[in-house]
Structures are given as C-alpha cells and as structure tokens.
C-alpha cells in the first residue's frame, strides 16, 4: 500500500505546500509580474532624475563656491606678486622696496586668511580636495620664517623668489582642481582658457622681478638672462593664445589692456633688457628704473589677473544656468518617465485581465484534479473496487496556447499518476497473494515436521538423539515464526491461537524458545499475570523478535536479560542486552517506526535490515502494545514493552491447557505450543 499512500502523500504535500508558498492570489501574481518591471522602469527613472537634480544644484553650488574663491585668489596673486617684487629688490639692495614690504606683507596675509577661509568651504563640499587643500596650507605656514630670513637678509635672492613664485603657483593649481570638478566640459573649457591669463600674469611679474634686480644690481647673469628669456617668451605666447580665443565684449578688455601704455612699456623695457644681454658694470644702481617697471607690471598683470576673473564669473555663470536647466529638464523627465510607467501598467492590467478568468479556472479544476479526483481514485483502489478509467481521466480542456498546454501536461500527470496507482495496486495484490501462499505452504509443512519431531523425541531414550532431536524442533519453531513473518506482513493473522488465557511466564518463555540462541537469555521475575488467548501467539511473536535482536547484536559471551512488573497501564517487560547500542539519531528512527508503522509496499520489500522491527511495529499496533528503545545501563539497547490492562485476563478466568508444556531442553526454555 505504499505506493498508494506516497502518491496520496505527495498530492496533499503539494497541495498544501502550495497553500503555503502562495497565499497570494493568481491575479496578484499577474499584476506583480507586470508592476515589477514598471516599478524597476519607474525606480530607474526617479534614481536619475534626482541624481540629475542634485547633479543641477551641485553646478549651482560649484559655481557659487567658484565665484566666493576667484576674487580672493586674485587678491592673493596680486599682493604676492608685489610682495616676491619687494623682497628681491630689498635683497638686492634697493632703498625704494624697505618701505613697500611692509604694506605688501599686510596684504598678503589678509588675502591668504580670505583664501584659506574659502579653501575650508572647498574641502566641506568636495572632501577628496582635501589632501590638496591641507598641502597649500602647509606651503603657507613657511611663510613667517621666509619673512624672517627675509628681514635678517639671511636667505638668498634666488631662493626667496622661488618660494613666493611656488606659493602664486598654487592659485594656479587651485584653478586646474576647480577645472577638474568642473560640472560640464564647457566650464572645464572656459577655466582653463581664463588660466592663460594668471599664467600670463606671473609670468609678466616673473620677468619684471629678474628686471628690476638687474637694473638695481647693474648686473645680469646668463641664468638671470635664461628666466628672463623663459618668462618673456611665456608670457607672449599665453597672450597670444588667448587673443585667439577670447571673444566679444571680454575681447575689448583683452586688446585694451596688451594695447595700452603700460603693457606697451614693459614690451620696451623687456626688449631692452634682453638686447643688453649680460652686463657686468660698477654703475650705480637705478633703483627708480627698476620700480618703475616693477608698478608697470604690477598695473598690468593686476588688469589680467582682474580679465581672468571676469571669465571664470562668465564660466560659472554659464554653469549656473546650465545647472539650472539640467535640473529643470531633469524634473519634466522624471515627470515624463513616471506618465509613461503609469500608462505601461495601465496596458499591461489591461491585457492580463484576460487571461486572469482563465487562469482562475485552471487553477480551480487543477485544484480539484490533485485533492478531490484523484484521492478519490486512490480510496477505490485501496477499497479494492474497479474504477472507470474515462470517468477518472476526464481531461482539462484549455485550448491550444500556453495555458492549453499547461493543462496538458496536467492531463497527463493525472493519466501517469492514476496508470501507476491501478499498476501498483495489482502488483501489491499479486505480490501479497504470492507471499502468503508461500507462507502458508511453509506454515503446514512446520506443523507437519514439528509433529513428526514431537513423536520422534517421546519415542527417542538416547539422550544424545533426544538433544539433537530438540534443536531440530527448535529450528523448526523458528522457520515457523518466518513463515508467521510473511502472514503478518500480508495483513493476516497466524495460524496458531489460544482460546483461553495464558501466564505470562509461559509466554516469556515460548517466546525465549523460539530464540535463535535461547541459552543467552535469562529470564527473571515477571508478574504472575495472564494474557487473553487472542494475544498470545502475536505476544509471542513480538518478544521473540526483540530477543532475536538483542542477542544477534551483542557479543556472544554476554547474557540478555527479560523480566517484567505490573505498572498502572499494565504490565511492562524489559528486554536488555550487552551490545554496541545505537545512536541518538538511529534511536530516534527505530522508536519512531514502532510508533507509526510506514505502509508496507515493495519499497519496504526492497529493504530487509529492519524487517523484525517492522514485523514488531504492525503486532504493537494491532494490540495497542507500546514498544520502545532505549541506551541500557550496560551501554547497549532496552526494549520497554508496555502490555495494556486490556489485554490483560481477570482472576476470574481460568486457563484451560489442552496442551502440556513441552519438555525442558538440554539447554534451553520451555516452549508454549499453541492450541
């Protein structure tokens, strides 16, 4: 029947796993199926309208930090510009620069204070500027003790003019970061063009320094002639690039200032100075000349410095707006997105609304197919009545498409589930029939050679004959309880019975004979009760398979003990043996077993190595006798088997023997034989 039962198992299985995994509707699965992909369509547009969004106002609050840095960094530039110039002609000797240190100095350092402030904000809206950042505030922090050595006229000219021209540099790599972390290429575009410019500007400066100390001085080295060269050539060539490139009203502002007095007076004394070449001379210093380019070139590169400003304000305006636009369209694209998601889901509801109905109804009769048809194909079956196989394989009829084909193929589980269900049903049948003919065969012919053994032992004097003649009769007993096996398991009873109580003594000790090796089993006290009639042979039956077991798995020099007392349920039995025991886990299957006996199919047939147990379970739940295992205290395995009252005769009832008790074995018990 276990074939049956699986497939009986396996649809309730499914049917409540299904319960269980799909307590969502059909319809709300077809509508997830569709909602899913417009959420992920909606989630994709959100994501990148708000990143555009915030990508929109971080241009706006670039642009804004951009714009509150340029007029500072300016400043900076210019007043360390006149500083360097100071400093180099106060070295050099000029009596006009001691004067203007000290104001230049001033204005550095409250142009530096206004930059550090703005670099602090850089660093809060961009953090991976702030290694940059912290590496300029470094290079400022040098500047007291520069100032110091400066005064102390302790460093040489040469090395106070690279230190201020490192420190300007640095505005100029500040503009290449803001150019960077620009929001579009065009911003990119328009800060590195307004660069030109602050590059050109110190250059100017650069070439207006190296002047001016050799007009104090009155002397020009090759090196002096070599950066004077350099920063001529750099500064043409930058104005050069961004004549070409400026245009409109910043073009005007451009030519009015490489056009006017002041950038044409330096051309002059730069076109001098680099005609004279090297000049070694005992003239005395012009210490006016050499003021006088060092404020040309102070106005001139204060008017670039002043030019780049105003371009990068066009850039960062343009990003402004740009930002601006980019966050505007942004929002009419995500409105967009979500109107077409919206009408997606609209279309989609619509068209799985059609095949909702269908869908339904599938499921219902498929429902009714796997839990009311075909259970109810399995109780005929197992009824042994003959079912109409048309009736029972009517098939669902869904069309031709995808939800047809579905059906389909339930159709056909349900014909190969019902073909194998009718298969096995004959198969058990012809199986049982087979096994309990066999069974009852053998069961004769024991009964025919224990009674030839009975009239052999009471005609037999020789003691030697007569105890070969008992284990003979004892290996017949047992071949008998095999056949008794074979009836049990194919649902019938044993042909022995008793009809009238029996001393549980006498059932212990049948039992115990009917052991494959009796001589290892002791019995001891046990309750002087008795067991109605029609329990005896299964009692029987039961014990001697949990003996057989117990000395089958324990050393052969160890002893099995059986013995009982009377509880409040009945009466319980101890069955305990020597062996290796069993796990917790194989405890637990055995127990469980013999608790709920699976169904016996040719599964169970296909596997003997518990057949005694499986034997013991169907007598247990045939007379509602408990039996379970347990760890002994010997480390092996106790089998308790609980005897309900029920089966249990009252002190009214008297037994009748028929039969006498047969006779004690050389080394063995007595043997109760059915009568």
Not at 9 to 20: H, I, K, L, M, V
Not at 145 to 160: F, H, K, M, N, W
Request: hydrophobic share 45%; aromatic share 4%.
């Amino acid at each position: 029947m276990s074939g049956i039962n699986s497939i009986r198992g396996d649809t309730a299985a499914s049917s409540e796993g299904g319960r269980s995994r799909g307590t969502v509707g059909v319809r709300t699965r077809l509508l997830a199926i569709v909602l899913i992909p417009s959420l992920a369509l909606l989630g994709i547009g959100t994501g990148a309208t708000v990143y555009l969004i915030k990508d929109g106002r971080k241009a706006g609050q670039w642009a804004e930090l951009a714009s509150a840095t340029t007029d500072p960094a300016r400043q900076m530039v210019e007043a360390f510009q006149v500083e360097r110039g100071a400093s180099v002609l106060y070295l050099a000797g000029s009596r006009l620069a001691t004067g203007t240190l000290t104001v230049a100095r001033k204005n550095s350092d409250t142009a530096l204070a206004a930059v550090q402030a703005q670099g602090d904000a850089a660093s809060a809206l961009r953090p991976d500027l702030s290694s940059d950042i912290d590496g300029y505030n470094q290079l400022y922090s040098q500047l007291p003790a520069l100032r110091s050595g400066i005064d102390a006229r302790a460093v040489p000219a040469d090395q106070v003019f690279t230190a201020y021209s490192t420190v300007i540099d640095t505005i100029v790599a500040a503009t290449l970061l803001a150019a960077e972390v620009a929001p579009d290429a065009e911003a990119a575009t328009g800060l590195y063009q307004a660069m030109l410019l602050l590059r050109a500007s110190e250059s100017i400066s650069r070439a207006a320094a190296v002047g001016a100390v050799a007009r104090v001085t009155d002397r020009l080295t090759g090196a002096q002639l070599a950066d004077l060269t350099r920063y001529v050539g750099d500064s043409r060539a930058q104005l050069a690039t961004v004549a070409s490139a400026v245009t409109g009203p910043r073009a005007d502002q451009f030519a009015a200032i490489t056009e006017g007095p002041e950038r044409r007076r330096i051309v002059a004394m730069e076109d001098a100075m680099l005609r004279r070449g090297v000049v070694d001379s005992e003239e005395v210093p012009d210490d006016e000349a050499a003021v006088g380019w060092q404020t040309a070139a102070t106005s001139v590169s204060a008017a670039l410095a002043r030019l780049w400003v105003d371009l990068c304000r066009d850039s960062q305006a343009d990003a402004t707006t740009a930002g601006e636009d980019r966050a505007e369209r942004s929002a009419y694209g995500g409105a967009a997105i979500l109107a077409i998601t919206v009408l997606v889901f609209l279309a989609a509801l619509f068209l799985a609304n059609r095949l909702i109905g269908r869908m339904r109804r599938l499921r219902q009769e498929t429902l009714a197919l796997a839990e009311e048809r075909l259970p109810e194909t399995i109780r005929w079956l197992n009824d042994g009545r003959d079912i109409d196989r048309e009736a029972a394989l009517t098939p669902l009829d869904f069309g031709a498409d995808e939800i047809g084909h579905v059906a389909d193929a339930f159709n056909r589980a349900h014909s190969a589930a019902v073909a194998a269900v009718v298969a096995e049903s004959k198969t058990r049948a012809g199986v049982k029939a087979v096994f309990l003919n066999i069974a009852r065969r053998s069961q004769v012919m024991v009964h025919r050679q224990l009674a030839l053994l009975d009239r052999a032992e009471n005609d037999e004097e020789d003691p030697s004959k007569l105890d070969t003649l008992f284990q003979l009769d004892h290996l017949a007993t047992r071949a008998r309880r095999n056949a008794e096996n074979l009836i049990i398991l194919g649902g019938e009873q044993p042909g022995r019975r008793w009809r009238t109580p029996v001393p549980l003594i006498d059932v212990v000790r049948g039992a115990v004979a009917e052991s494959l090796d009796y001589a290892r089993i002791h019995t001891g006290r046990v309750p002087d009760i008795r067991i109605v009639g029609g329990a005896v042979a299964d009692l029987i039956h039961l014990i001697a398979e949990l003996t057989d077991n117990a000395t089958a798995f324990s050393p052969a020099e160890t002893r099995v003990s059986v013995s009982g007392q009377s509880v409040g349920k009945g009466v319980v039995l101890e069955i305990t043996d020597q062996g290796l025991g069993m796990s917790d886990a194989e405890f637990d299957e055995r127990n469980a077993m013999l608790a709920d006996p699976p169904s016996f199919g040719l599964a169970a047939l296909s596997s003997d190595a518990h057949l005694g147990l499986f034997v013991i379970a169907m007598l247990a739940t045939r007379h509602g006798i408990s039996v379970r295992l347990g760890k002994s205290d010997y480390g092996g395995v106790r089998a308790i088997v609980l005897i309900p009252t029920t089966l249990v005769a009252g002190g009214d009832e008297i037994p009748e023997r028929t039969e006498t008790p047969r006779r004690t074995l050389s080394r063995g018990p007595l043997d109760v034989r059915g009568n």
